[in-house]
């Protein structure tokens, strides 16, 4: 088992490269979910907005 | 059949029937992905045998080469769909192309750095500015220049259409890559797995390099189909099936 | 109303253009000006050990040619893009490629051409020996035509945009990339007496492909920032 981490001696080079790898797809993963999220909450507060105003303007017309 | 096929790439253009299907696809590349991942992973780093040469290090190669491969592959995807997009105005092949590049950027990198602490115990080198390595460092700023110019332009469509001449070219990048081990005398490997005869590499150390490329494939195919939902919600913003995504039409 | 033949169109446009840029000749120096100051920071930087200046000699004036270059491409479009002839030109019954052509020409007479004609002298103040000289001019010659043809391209993409100018750089140093791998390649191995008929050809046939697709890309591209 310690023979498997310390992979010869090339340790360090050996898991940087995975441990990079794993970060740069987990990236790669994450930021279409948090950026799908971040547009669904942008357009719905647009939405709430634009009702709020309607509803304003509706109230005041004669 | 061939009806069939039509009429699907028809629906495809759609955003919002795309927007749904894609939805839908992803975990059926994700899910593969992870298997793949994790049989190439094991074959890689437990079941292969240590070199003979190069010891434990070469290991960094089921990492290295995928990446390498998949940063050529994307951006050939990338300039299609982009050239797909300029001619026929297909808006589908526009997204495509736009989400495709930060995720060649991401592969480019990681091949740049995992080629670097490979390069660093095996030549004593961090960097080199060898033929191959030059071309691929080339890439990345090709795939940024991309980034960029697509984010400076306010007009979506218009943005699109100037990154895929950009993106097209660059294309000449790809095959000096490629051939840059033959043409020059460089630093870097040459061809061991495109020749078309026998590959010098033993099938233990060859299937997970292929299973990891495999791999990494499918992850493209399912955060490319990511990318390009949030991409088709950006660009349709406006329309009504988006807005009644968020909240139920009521009236 | 008679119309231009192709010819006559591009020679009054190349006309134009240079008539415009004698107009402004104070600025054009500016890029020329640069390209000698540049090369002449290094070896007031690296000190004047003369062995290494004649070492990086050939990729100090060809990095500081590609600078130059790039300082100049703005000049291409922009003053047509302002004022809204550069919407005409699109509009005009000619090829716009070769309109864009006529354009790239001007720009390499009034920008590269220049740099060729210094380079002697700069040769001189980097100690680059006498072989190499003949090379660096042939190098020049045929390296900043595909400059200009593919900043061509670069501009015609950002002229839209407010402040193109940064991510012009972007986009068109890693173009530039191959031209000064194999042009100061070219003058190294000259200045060690090799001969250089391999790089030279590269750069010849870059050059060719440069001049019968840049403008291509270019006029695609302006016809998309102006759209």
């Keep these: ?62 | 059949m061939w009806t069939l096929i039509v009429r699907f790439l028809h629906q495809m253009a759609s955003p919002q029937y795309f927007y749904r299907i894609a939805g839908r696809l992803v975990p059926w590349f994700m899910v593969p992905c992870a298997l793949l991942m994790l049989a190439g992973l094991y074959g890689g780093l437990i079941l292969a045998p240590p070199d003979y040469q190069q010891g434990e290090s070469y290991r960094i190669i089921f990492i290295h080469v995928p990446s390498a491969w998949m940063s050529l592959f994307v951006y050939v995807v990338m300039a299609a769909a982009g050239v797909i997009g300029l001619v026929w105005r297909i808006k589908l092949a526009e997204v495509v192309a736009i989400s495709s590049a930060p995720i060649g950027a991401s592969f480019t990198f990681l091949a740049l750095v995992t080629g670097s602490l490979w390069g660093k115990p095996m030549w004593g080198a961090w960097w080199v500015w060898d033929a191959r390595l030059t071309s691929e460092l080339i890439l990345l700023f090709l795939y940024l220049g991309v980034i960029s110019l697509y984010s400076a332009i306010e007009d979506k469509r218009v943005a699109a259409r100037a990154v895929a001449i950009l993106a097209l070219v660059g294309v000449v990048n790809i095959p000096i890559i490629h051939y840059s081990v033959e043409w020059w005398n460089t630093l870097h490997q040459g061809a061991t797995i495109a020749k078309f005869d026998k590959p010098s590499m033993h099938t233990s150390m060859l299937i997970p390099l292929l299973l990891m490329a495999l791999a990494f494939k499918l992850f493209y195919a399912g955060v490319v189909l990511m990318r390009a939902r949030c991409e088709v919600l950006e660009r349709e913003r406006n329309s009504r099936w988006v807005q009644s995504l968020v909240e139920p039409q009521t009236r | 109303m008679s119309t231009l033949s192709l010819s006559s169109a591009f020679g009054l446009l190349l006309r134009r253009d240079l008539t415009l840029a004698y107009r402004r000749r104070a600025e054009l120096v500016n890029p020329l000006l640069f390209f000698v100051l540049v090369t002449s920071l290094f070896p007031l930087g690296i000190g004047s050990d003369s062995r290494l200046i004649q070492a990086v000699g050939p990729g100090v004036i060809w990095v500081a040619a590609l600078l130059a270059a790039l300082l100049s491409l703005d000049s291409m479009f922009r003053s047509d893009f302002e004022d809204g002839s550069l919407e005409q030109f699109m509009l005009s019954a000619h090829p716009v490629s070769i309109l864009v052509l006529a354009k790239v020409l001007a720009h390499w007479l009034v920008t590269g051409l220049p740099l060729i004609l210094v380079a002697p002298l700069l040769a001189v103040l980097l100690s680059l020996p006498g072989e190499a000289l003949g090379v660096l001019l042939i190098t020049l010659t045929l390296g900043t035509p595909i400059l200009s043809l593919i900043g061509g391209v670069g501009v015609a993409l950002t002229v839209g945009l407010r402040r193109g100018g940064v991510i012009l750089s972007l986009l068109v140093l890693p173009l530039y990339v191959p031209v000064l791998i194999f042009a100061s390649n070219a003058v190294e191995t000259a200045a060690a007496g090799i001969p250089t008929t391999g790089q030279i050809s590269f750069l010849a046939a870059l050059l060719a492909l440069s001049l019968t697709l840049a403008p291509l890309a270019t006029a695609a591209s302006l016809r998309i920032s102006l759209s």
């Design chain 1, 1 to 62: 088992m310690k023979e498997f981490f310390a992979m010869g001696g090339y340790a360090f080079y050996v898991w940087m490269s995975y441990g990079i790898a794993l970060v740069v797809l987990i990236a790669n993963l994450v930021s279409p979910l948090m950026q799908r999220r971040k547009l669904l909450a942008d357009i719905a507060r647009r939405q709430r907005r634009q009702r709020r105003a309607e509803s304003r303007t509706g109230s005041r017309t004669p």
